[in-house]
């Protein structure tokens, strides 16, 4: 089966770092995106990760390893721009979204 | 250039008609992706279609669902009969391939009453 699994709802200081857990079993996988949606809007795309290892680009950063099924997405200097939904999405061919983390900053 | 748009951005419709949402994906873009998302929930995956191959259809939730592409351009979902249970935000995506990210349009917010 697919299953993809993320906490649903995280609340983090503003200038803080916040991790955001992912675990997912596909029958299949290509890679693992990230993707953030602010309340009313479409996602938009944060990272994807295919090989082992961490992926940093500035304030985000995405974490993969294969072999455990396992991805974190890391933000640093937290704003509170950054309150959003957090999508992981595994990658069969076509993509498997978690149920979305809702990130709320606060001052 | 003009991202993925989509029409219409709000639908109102009665139970029991049926409704047609149109994709318009970013020119050049092979892969085209119909994804269904429920208040507060996450994106759940409908279809996919991918240059001439046959569509991937797995995530159709009942055969009132369908959907068709011309070629590499738009692309309509068509719900027949609507229920109640089929309100939610239609979201389509494109991307240049399979496995590369996919760009979203604004969605269309259906509201079945």
């Known amino acids: 089966g697919q299953n993809i699994d993320q906490p649903t709802e995280m609340t983090a200081t503003e200038g803080a770092i916040v991790q955001i857990n992912c675990t997912y079993q596909?029958?299949?996988?290509?890679?693992l995106f990230w993707y953030q949606q602010h309340a009313g809007e479409a996602p938009t795309f944060l990272s994807y990760?295919?090989?082992?290892g961490l992926e940093e680009k500035g304030r985000f950063s995405s974490f993969l390893s294969r072999s455990k099924g396992y991805s974190y997405l890391l933000l640093k200097e937290l704003q509170m721009k950054d309150s959003a939904s957090y999508l992981c999405?595994?990658?069969?061919?076509?993509?498997?979204f978690g149920q979305g983390t809702t990130l709320q900053v606060k001052p | 250039g003009a991202g993925v748009s989509q029409s219409p951005s709000n639908k109102v419709t009665e139970k029991g008609k049926d409704v047609e949402l149109r994709c318009d994906p970013i020119?050049?873009?092979?892969?085209l992706y119909w994804y269904r998302q429920r208040l507060g929930q996450g994106l759940e995956f409908l279809i996919y279609?991918?240059?001439?191959?046959?569509?991937?259809k797995s995530g159709l939730p009942s055969d009132r669902f369908s959907a068709e592409r011309t070629g590499e351009s738009v692309s309509t979902l068509t719900i027949q009969r609507t229920q109640q249970e089929d309100s939610a935000v239609y979201l389509c995506?494109?991307?240049?391939?399979?496995?590369?990210?996919?760009?979203f349009g604004p969605g269309t917010r259906l509201t079945v009453t």
């Open positions: 995506a494109s991307s240049s391939n399979i496995n590369y990210e996919q760009y």
């Open positions: 596909t029958s299949g996988f290509n890679g």
């Open positions: 990760n295919v090989l082992d």
């Open positions: 999405a595994a990658s069969t061919g076509k993509l498997i």
């Open positions: 020119s050049g873009h092979t892969a």
């Open positions: 279609f991918q240059g001439n191959s046959a569509p991937d």
